[in-house]
């Protein structure tokens, strides 16, 4: 049984908080500069951020999920494309914070967040699209270019439509609630 990919994103943060935890106790331990040691806090803050997040998405009413009357791949990709949207507007503010910022401490700050929440992205992109990834770049390897093309149509239809299935969706909870 093939897992969501919110809960294997889950996991991955979840392996990077332990492995940044422990590297902020080591290094308070070997007294590291107090700078460096609050932007690992500080990022163990930002995926804390993330988890919670994505924990919020998936543990939404039954009642929602049953409204939506969606198979479980469908409302997987749903889910997933309202996490990636989440992130995205984060990134936004926070760059729009940047810009604004005038001190130096701060825009480190932010610029750690925006570089945490876009590899947070960057491996939500590779749980989403490794195997489709892999089997286009096989198809092309063994030159069965018409089966490359033929699965690239059919990740771009399948990902397309469940981007509108999840606009409308969304669309529908707001007029909802």
Do not use: P
Not at 82 to 92: I, K
């Amino acid at each position: 049984m093939r897992k969501h990919k919110l809960i294997e994103l889950q996991k991955i943060i979840d392996q990077k908080i332990g492995s940044l935890t422990e590297e902020v106790e080591v290094g308070t331990n070997i007294k590291l500069n107090a700078l460096y040691m609050a932007d690992r806090k500080d990022e163990i803050e930002f995926f804390k951020w993330s988890i919670k997040t994505i924990q919020l998405i998936l543990n939404r009413d039954i009642d929602n999920r049953l409204q939506l009357r969606t198979s479980e791949k469908r409302l997987e990709m749903m889910e997933t494309i309202e996490f990636e949207n989440a992130l995205q507007e984060r990134v936004q503010e926070l760059n729009s914070k940047l810009k604004e910022s005038n001190n130096l401490r701060e825009s480190d700050i932010l610029i750690n967040e925006i570089d945490t929440l876009e590899s947070i992205l960057g491996r939500l992109t590779d749980l989403k699209y490794g195997a489709e990834t892999r089997a286009i770049e096989v198809a092309n390897a063994n030159n069965d270019f018409k089966q490359a093309n033929r699965l690239r149509k059919q990740l771009i239809k399948t990902h397309t439509e469940a981007e509108i299935s999840a606009q409308c969706s969304n669309t529908r909870l707001r007029w909802t609630s």
